[in-house]
């Protein structure tokens, strides 16, 4: 258990760092988010770890193990969850608000011209483009999450029972995710070696104490029954009644209600990031709800790629285009305005509420190796799911036409081989050599590709 201080001192916390102070390193942080949860990550500790020695390496990690085990982005709660250390709640939602604002205005900017010019042969060449290369940058994911996670046969399993049961059987996500938490939790309590924690970065690098929090919990940092109700009671508040109003006015047929109802469900098992995740928001968005087409899901990621913010991001963009497609009595622009922010307020608002509730008793379990043992689990289970988004994405960018197979319990879609767009392959041939091979900038993938597309169009070849 952690030492802590009185409640006195906790209001005069000499930490030497300034409210002004810390927008101006966040906003840093914001703006530098490119890349993932991998680049964000990297990007926050290199700032606050390694840089400004704002938090220590051991608590900086503690706080992500406990990110990762939440649903929603662990890079936007990583971000909440220090700067709620730092400078309490108000910290915390400029840290985390912060963080996903540069990736709102950027996503609105692209939503707005796709939905107006997204058939123009130029813009179409250069999405065309782009998910050439979101498809090798996600194939490029699965490689780089399953080296860190798939370190032993168990977790090797894990990932491939997690493939074979949502690719073959389409079992949900949620089911996969919780039960790889609960059998790493209990291999870990009965000492399995396998599920020890993984590290996240650092290179070994030892920190023994936090230079400017220290090791004791300054008051508000303490767990308590009054704060939590309270901190309960407000962020449940703004998450529900939103939803409850579009529900009693609109009914539960109107698209804002259906946004609001499928988008607040997200944000309750949204485990493992945008890439483990959005294989399940494509097939409801697609399939059942018929808001948008496959290939306008990789539009979406490839939006979501190439400007700052979670990759999460993207469901900003489903929202959009699901309102305006069916935007009632208002303009369809207005109503995918009001869509995709609608989409974005039910998303993001629990992530606020998962950090500030549970940060308190987080901080007093450092060490835990149940919780440690879970996370393992929980992250060879994910690649096994991004390996399904990869296989997906794959389906619908080199193909034109699926099959879908249905029998004997089987519900997957087969290639029709006939259909192979070649000038697809190439692009994500050559988008995979430049990030494997080359190790080229996923930026300068992303920007290549699309020149490609528009270049290709100009050709005559798409």
Not at 11 to 26: K, N, Y
Not at 111 to 117: D, I, L, N, R
Not at 178 to 207: C, D, M, N, Q
Not at 409 to 430: H, N
């Amino acid at each position: 258990m952690e030492k802590t201080i009185d409640a006195g001192a906790s209001r005069h916390l000499d930490h030497g760092i300034s409210f002004g102070e810390a927008f101006r390193v966040w906003l840093r942080v914001a703006v530098l988010s490119f890349g993932g949860p991998a680049g964000q990550i990297a990007v926050m500790h290199r700032i606050l770890v390694e840089e400004k020695n704002w938090i220590s390496e051991s608590r900086f990690l503690h706080a992500l193990n406990y990110c990762m085990l939440l649903p929603g982005p662990e890079a936007q709660q990583l971000a909440t969850y220090i700067g709620w250390l730092l400078h309490r709640t108000a910290g915390g939602i400029m840290a985390g608000g912060l963080f996903i604002l540069p990736g709102i205005i950027a996503i609105m900017a692209l939503s707005y011209v796709y939905a107006a010019y997204g058939n123009v042969g130029f813009i179409e060449a250069l999405f065309f483009g782009l998910k050439a290369a979101v498809l090798a940058i996600v194939v490029h994911a699965v490689v780089r999450v399953g080296k860190r996670a798939l370190r032993n046969r168990v977790m090797i399993a894990l990932a491939a029972i997690a493939f074979v049961a949502i690719f073959f059987f389409n079992v949900p996500f949620p089911i996969i995710i919780i039960a790889a938490g609960v059998i790493g939790y209990l291999g870990a309590r009965l000492g399995r070696p396998e599920f020890a924690a993984i590290e996240h970065g650092g290179g070994g690098k030892k920190a023994a104490v936090d230079s400017l929090l220290g090791e004791e919990l300054p008051e508000h940092v303490r767990p308590s029954v009054a704060r939590a109700l309270r901190v309960s009671s407000v962020w449940l508040l703004l998450w529900v009644i939103p939803v409850a109003a579009l529900l009693i006015g609109l009914g539960q047929a109107n698209v804002f209600s259906q946004i609001a109802l499928f988008f607040s469900k997200m944000a309750m098992v949204t485990f493992g990031g945008a890439y483990a995740v959005l294989a399940y928001v494509a097939q409801q968005a697609v399939e059942h709800y018929h808001w948008l087409q496959p290939r306008e899901m990789l539009d979406g990621l490839g939006m979501a790629e190439t400007t700052p913010g979670p990759l999460i991001m993207v469901l900003q963009f489903v929202g959009f285009m699901a309102a305006y497609r069916d935007p009632g009595a208002l303009s369809p622009m207005w109503a995918a305005t009001l869509g995709g922010l609608l989409a974005t307020w039910v998303t993001f608002i629990p992530c606020f509420l998962w950090i500030f509730l549970g940060a308190p008793y987080i901080e007093t379990l450092r060490g835990n190796k149940g919780l440690a043992g879970a996370l393992s689990a929980i992250t060879a289970a994910v690649v096994g799911v991004i390996l399904n988004l990869s296989i997906w994405f794959g389906l619908h960018t080199l193909f034109r036409q699926t099959t879908p197979v249905r029998s004997f319990g089987l519900s997957f879609d087969m290639p029709v081989w006939g259909s192979l767009d070649i000038a697809a392959f190439v692009l994500a041939a050559a988008a995979a050599t430049a990030i494997f091979r080359l190790n080229i900038g996923m930026l300068w993938v992303l920007a290549g590709s699309c020149a490609a597309g528009v270049a290709l169009r100009f050709a005559g070849v798409v």
